[in-house]
């Protein structure tokens, strides 16, 4: 799969402890998380969450933004999950605002910064320090002063396996750069430029559950955009709808890739 020639972004920077915190006086075991699944059944990362108990305005949040959906996909996701106590620390009405039809975009924007393509545990994203989000910008993570932080937030559980993906427990909700807020939802245009410039090294890194990922994530948002005509969202859906019948991520992500080609096509010629 080679680059087009859209604007280049910095890859996604996957995130592996450093041999020299994994001694005795570290922390960080303590971190690790003990919630159990169904060995019959493994859960994907909304059922486990809700299974945890403490996750209600986070999935709410994420069904509010059109989120949930891909959240219980394939994946893998890597989610930095805050608690239902770090929505409540927000400023009184902030949620309640957020959850309105009319701030869908703004939400989706700001739970898609606590979202890493790929299933990133402790032990790499401490190695690597950072991790880029489908929102687009970087999260820092690293471990000082006896914790590990995430952004602005503190770990509070990390490494919870789910069927696709890992979550990590956060005390506080991460809002996006400012930059980020005010430019608002990025063009089809954009987006799509962004999710190959993210995709493609995935991909020929042999990595490519997780290209198919952002593809599949960038994909859906596309079909809720009233500026993506119709006929293109029909070439999405369709493409939605037949990477559920591959078995392969290789052939799943080059079904999404033409996809969001034709469509950065068809908007090309309406320039």
Request: glycine share 8%; net charge positive.
């Amino acid at each position: 799969m080679k680059t087009t020639g859209f604007t280049a972004l910095a890859a996604l920077t996957l995130l592996v402890v450093s041999p020299g915190l994994a001694n005795a006086g570290c922390p960080i075991a303590a971190l690790l998380g003990h919630y159990t699944t169904s060995a019959s059944k493994p859960k994907n990362i909304v059922e486990t969450a809700a299974a945890a108990g403490k996750f209600n305005t986070l999935i709410a949040a994420a069904k509010a933004a059109g989120l949930a959906g891909t959240l219980q996909g394939e994946g893998p996701f890597t989610v930095f999950a805050p608690t239902d106590e770090a929505f409540a620390k927000l400023p009184k009405g902030t949620v309640e605002s957020l959850l309105k039809l009319e701030n869908k975009d703004k939400l989706a924007a700001i739970l898609k910064y606590h979202v890493v393509p790929g299933s990133v545990k402790l032990a790499k994203a401490l190695e690597v320090g950072q991790g880029k989000t489908l929102l687009g910008p970087s999260l820092g993570i690293k471990f000082a002063d006896g914790r590990v932080t995430v952004g602005t937030a503190t770990l509070v559980t990390a490494d919870i396996a789910a069927s696709n993906g890992t979550i990590h427990v956060i005390d506080s909700v991460l809002l996006p750069p400012a930059s980020e807020s005010a430019s608002g939802p990025p063009s089809p245009r954009k987006l799509i430029e962004t999710a190959i410039n993210r995709g493609v090294p995935l991909f020929n890194a042999g990595q490519t559950e997780a290209c198919k990922a952002v593809y599949e994530v960038t994909a859906e948002a596309l079909v809720g955009m009233p500026s993506v005509k119709a006929s293109g969202k029909e070439k999405l859906t369709g493409a939605l709808a037949a990477i559920k019948d591959q078995t392969s991520a290789r052939e799943q992500a080059w079904t999404l890739r033409r996809a969001l080609d034709a469509v950065y096509e068809s908007l090309e010629r309406a320039d």
